[in-house]
């Protein structure tokens, strides 16, 4: 029996969509806004510069896009090992593994996620 691939599914949906929005805001006449964190508090948010880098990506300026938000492009690029490992998991019938529950896999991506605020603190972006 073949099962769905959601994850490759939402993987392709979301790299679509922003690409597709990042090609919109290009040629918007509209500035964006301003991050709120970093208005108000002065430090920027984990995911400052996440959109000019989806902006720099879409016209295929790695090195911009990897200068605003290097995790992002990082993912970006292992996206499609995401994508076809799931197509292959699907394909073959075999269920989602499941998720870990040990505290340090819970505390490694709570790192992961500070760590990433904390370089886009350190470079000021």
Same mark, same amino acid.
């Given at each position: 029996m073949r099962r769905i691939p959601w994850l490759a599914l939402g /993987?392709? +949906?979301?790299? =679509? $969509?922003?690409?597709?929005?990042?090609?919109? %805001?290009?040629?918007?006449? /509209?500035?964006?806004?301003?991050?709120? %964190?970093? $208005?108000?508090?002065? /430090?920027?948010?984990?995911?400052? +510069? %996440?959109?000019?880098?989806?902006?720099? %990506? =879409?016209? +295929?300026?790695?090195?911009? +896009?990897?200068?605003?938000?290097?995790?992002?492009? /990082?993912?970006?690029?292992?996206?499609?090992l995401a994508i076809l490992w799931d197509l292959r998991r699907a394909w073959s019938g075999r269920a989602y593994p499941p998720l870990p529950e040990s505290l340090a896999w819970r505390l490694g991506v709570a790192g992961f996620l500070a760590g990433t605020w904390l370089l886009q603190v350190v470079r000021g972006i």
């Open positions: /993987i392709m +949906g979301t790299l =679509s $969509a922003l690409f597709v929005g990042a090609r919109l %805001l290009r040629n918007c006449p /509209i500035p964006l806004p301003e991050c709120p %964190l970093k $208005a108000h508090l002065g /430090i920027p948010c984990a995911t400052c +510069g %996440l959109t000019r880098c989806v902006m720099a %990506l =879409s016209q +295929g300026r790695w090195a911009e +896009g990897f200068h605003w938000h290097p995790v992002a492009v /990082i993912l970006g690029l292992m996206a499609p």
